[in-house]
């Protein structure tokens, strides 16, 4: 059975005649007379009453021609679903968020506002730590992350600059420094450090404990935590302090305060990244849509 076939008999059932189809599908009588005799055929019903006003519907085929339309809107709506696919229209998308920045409300607005322009977009939103973005985006595990510390040098990725932010003190709140911050780091040397051990020590662990050198001071690790959460817990549960990203202010830790130190000069340059090479149509609208006026958060 073919599609024209559909469109045939649809069109004489809803017109009442050969020649009253013919003129309005640009189709020669024989041929459409030839198509419903070869549908009745594939069917082995009789579809038409034939007489001199026309052609009626026989009771196979009033049932059929219901059938018919439903099975015709499906076609079209498949069609319509495949072009819409192939623009990226509709479809799904996984994105990789640092945990800190889940809540961060312009990535909220972001995503509401993605939503909203583009609702048969599925997405995926799972939380993971820059370098296992990185990793999960090379594997095709997903189809774009926010992050820190792209690698710059690596062309297989491509990014696009969100703001830039601070690294603050995190310090538990009976300790003398929690209403008013030490001017220099050394002046921490008697508050237990947390911080996270080698072994899970991306790079951004790394460049605080470099600006730390940078000043003459390397900190005894009395903690460890295996993320932001987990060393911010420990600070909140006793004496100690930490150093975390100054989007981890709004998350109000209990008993854990917050502050910029000026000798602690590291920046963050959150992105969204992407793989270059990624085939999935809809990363385009999810790059294109994003609000370019992030703001610095300290």
């Not at 045939?8 to 640009?26: C, D, K, N, Q």
């Not at 322009?117 to 939103?125: G, R, S, V, Y």
Request: proline share 5%; with cysteine; hydrophobic share 40%.
């Amino acid at each position: 059975m073919e599609n024209r076939q559909l469109h045939y008999f649809v069109a004489i059932a809803e017109l009442g005649s050969v020649a009253a189809a013919s003129r309005t599908l640009h189709v020669a009588q024989p041929a459409l007379t030839r198509q419903i005799q070869n549908l009745e055929s594939l069917l082995d019903v009789e579809l038409f009453h034939r007489h001199s006003r026309g052609m009626e519907l026989t009771q196979a085929g009033k049932q059929f021609y219901h059938d018919a339309i439903r099975i015709i809107r499906s076609i079209e709506r498949a069609k319509s679903q495949a072009v819409k696919a192939n623009q990226g229209d509709i479809g799904y998308l996984k994105i990789g968020i640092t945990p800190q920045h889940l809540w961060l409300t312009e990535v909220q607005q972001h995503l509401s506002e993605f939503r909203k322009q583009n609702p048969d977009i599925a997405l995926n939103i799972c939380t993971m730590h820059s370098r296992k973005q990185i990793m999960a985006l090379r594997n095709g595990e997903i189809d774009a992350g926010i992050m820190f510390m792209r690698p710059q040098d690596d062309n297989e990725f491509g990014g696009r600059f969100l703001y830039r932010e601070t690294m603050l003190l995190a310090i538990n709140k009976d300790s003398r420094f929690a209403q008013h911050p030490p001017e220099h780091l050394h002046e921490l040397a008697d508050e237990p450090f947390v911080w996270s051990p080698e072994s899970h020590a991306f790079d951004l662990y790394k460049m605080v404990i470099d600006e730390l050198r940078r000043h003459d001071f390397t900190p005894t690790i009395d903690h460890e935590g295996c993320d932001y959460n987990s060393m911010l817990s420990l600070v909140s549960a006793g004496p100690g302090y930490t150093f975390v990203p100054a989007v981890t202010k709004y998350l109000k830790v209990y008993n854990v305060m917050m502050h910029e130190l000026p000798e602690l000069n590291v920046t963050l340059d959150l992105e969204l990244v992407w793989r270059k090479e990624n085939q999935n149509p809809c990363l385009s609208h999810f790059i294109k849509n994003y609000n370019p006026q992030m703001t610095r958060l300290t």
